[in-house]
């Protein structure tokens, strides 16, 4: 009986002794001192009552306990990951500031040609008109006529080598910095109304957001998956009633609780073998407004001019030779503009 109990009574220590330590592993990855935010308007909060205080980044922050100067949020409404990648050498100080960075991009990159697509006459749409124009299969056909299939696939594809060089940026500027991206949702994933436009569109935000896995890998970043967290609950997350894509009130609570799940489970991140530089400040000479002629690099469109009007594993095979591909690329082509 005395031996039972003892293994009982050590049972409960060992038990108690590791729920400790895991909670102090816990508490330790979530002692964020800096945050900073960047990217479009899911960051910014467009559509909010209250941009400063309902957006994801400062909720966030209040649960973190992270006050004033050092919760910074630079996120722009409509930015794309061409206009974050010029923005940041206005941000090296923030970047060297903080210790953790949210950072969503990627949505404007697509949504600028799949919106004006979507009013193909011109007339101007309604959240309720849109809803009773994709019954008719006619309008769906000028939809997809509308749509430049072409750029959409090139801007999938240049937005794999902006990772590259926007990722390897920040880890010049502060190699220990943890970088969290959100994925992109559909946001057309709600009503069953749009499942055709939904479909329609999938292939190149997958594309996209295997592109972030790949940087995310490669650079011992994460990525937090709000394409599953937002799955069919456009609706009711975003701001899609309006024809926003950006989340609500709702979706920013939502995402802002993933964060704060995620934050224990990152660890400290190891300094990454990064493109050398003889500069002094890591972003002075980067010409971030040359376009893919003006590099060093070959256009990833040379090969493929339009995408494959194939199943979804083609894009997604494309995705992986080309995503992978311009990410190393555009990585290397920060070291390749600075020497020029």
Same mark, same amino acid.
């Given at each position: 009986?005395?031996?039972?109990?003892?293994?009982r009574?050590?049972?409960?220590?060992?038990?108690?002794?590791?729920?400790?330590? %895991?909670y *102090? @592993?816990?508490?330790?990855?979530?002692k964020v001192s800096?945050?900073? !935010? =960047?990217g $479009? #308007?899911?960051? &910014?909060?467009?559509?909010?009552?209250?941009?400063?205080?309902?957006?994801?980044?400062s %909720?966030l *922050? @209040?649960?973190l306990?992270?006050?004033?100067?050092?919760?910074?949020? !630079? =996120?722009? $409404? #409509?930015?794309? &990951?061409?206009d974050?990648l010029?923005?940041?050498?206005?941000?090296?100080?923030?970047?060297?500031?903080a210790?953790?960075?949210?950072?969503?991009?990627?949505?404007?990159?697509?949504?600028?040609?799949i919106?004006?697509?979507?009013n193909?006459?011109?007339?101007?749409?309604?959240?309720?008109?849109?809803?009773?124009r994709?019954?008719?299969?006619?309008y769906?056909?000028k939809?997809?006529?509308?749509?430049?299939?072409?750029a959409?696939?090139?801007?999938?594809?240049?937005?794999s080598?902006?990772l590259?060089?926007?990722?390897?940026?920040?880890?010049?500027?502060?190699?220990?910095?943890?970088i969290?991206?959100?994925?992109?949702?559909?946001?057309?994933?709600?009503?069953?109304q749009?499942?055709?436009?939904?479909?329609?569109?999938?292939?190149?935000?997958?594309?996209?957001?295997?592109a972030?896995?790949?940087?995310?890998?490669?650079y011992g970043?994460r990525?937090?998956d709000?394409?599953?967290?937002?799955?069919?609950?456009?609706?009711?997350?975003?701001?899609?009633?309006s024809?926003?894509?950006?989340?609500?009130?709702?979706?920013?609570?939502?995402?802002?609780?993933?964060?704060?799940?995620?934050?224990?489970?990152?660890?400290?991140?190891?300094?990454?073998?990064?493109?050398?530089?003889d500069?002094?400040?890591?972003?002075?000479?980067?010409?971030?407004?040359?376009?893919?002629?003006?590099?060093?690099?070959?256009d990833?469109?040379?090969?493929?001019?339009?995408?494959?009007?194939?199943?979804?594993?083609?894009?997604?095979?494309?995705?992986?030779?080309?995503g992978?591909?311009?990410?190393?690329?555009g990585?290397?082509?920060?070291?390749?503009?600075?020497?020029?």
């Amino acid at each position: 009986m005395k031996s039972n109990k003892a293994r009982r009574t050590l049972a409960i220590l060992l038990c108690t002794a590791s729920l400790l330590i %895991l909670y *102090a @592993a816990a508490v330790s990855a979530q002692k964020v001192s800096g945050l900073l !935010v =960047a990217g $479009d #308007s899911i960051s &910014s909060g467009r559509g909010l009552d209250d941009r400063a205080g309902k957006r994801y980044g400062s %909720l966030l *922050a @209040a649960k973190l306990g992270i006050l004033g100067g050092r919760n910074m949020n !630079v =996120a722009e $409404d #409509s930015m794309t &990951s061409a206009d974050l990648l010029a923005k940041l050498p206005e941000y090296e100080n923030s970047i060297k500031a903080a210790d953790l960075m949210v950072i969503s991009v990627g949505t404007d990159d697509i949504m600028s040609i799949i919106m004006p697509a979507l009013n193909p006459s011109g007339e101007g749409i309604s959240y309720p008109k849109l809803l009773e124009r994709v019954r008719d299969a006619d309008y769906i056909r000028k939809v997809k006529e509308a749509t430049d299939q072409s750029a959409l696939f090139y801007a999938a594809v240049k937005f794999s080598f902006n990772l590259g060089e926007i990722t390897t940026l920040i880890k010049q500027a502060n190699p220990g910095i943890r970088i969290v991206f959100l994925s992109l949702y559909n946001p057309f994933d709600g009503p069953e109304q749009l499942s055709e436009l939904k479909a329609e569109f999938a292939p190149y935000i997958e594309m996209m957001n295997l592109a972030l896995e790949q940087a995310a890998e490669k650079y011992g970043c994460r990525v937090l998956d709000l394409a599953t967290a937002f799955e069919g609950k456009t609706s009711q997350l975003t701001d899609i009633t309006s024809l926003d894509i950006s989340p609500n009130a709702a979706g920013h609570t939502l995402i802002a609780d993933l964060l704060f799940e995620l934050i224990p489970t990152l660890l400290d991140t190891p300094v990454t073998e990064l493109p050398q530089t003889d500069v002094t400040s890591e972003f002075q000479t980067t010409d971030t407004t040359s376009s893919p002629e003006d590099t060093t690099t070959s256009d990833p469109l040379d090969v493929i001019r339009t995408p494959p009007e194939s199943r979804l594993w083609v894009y997604i095979l494309v995705a992986v030779c080309a995503g992978g591909t311009g990410i190393a690329i555009g990585a290397l082509s920060v070291r390749a503009r600075k020497e020029k």
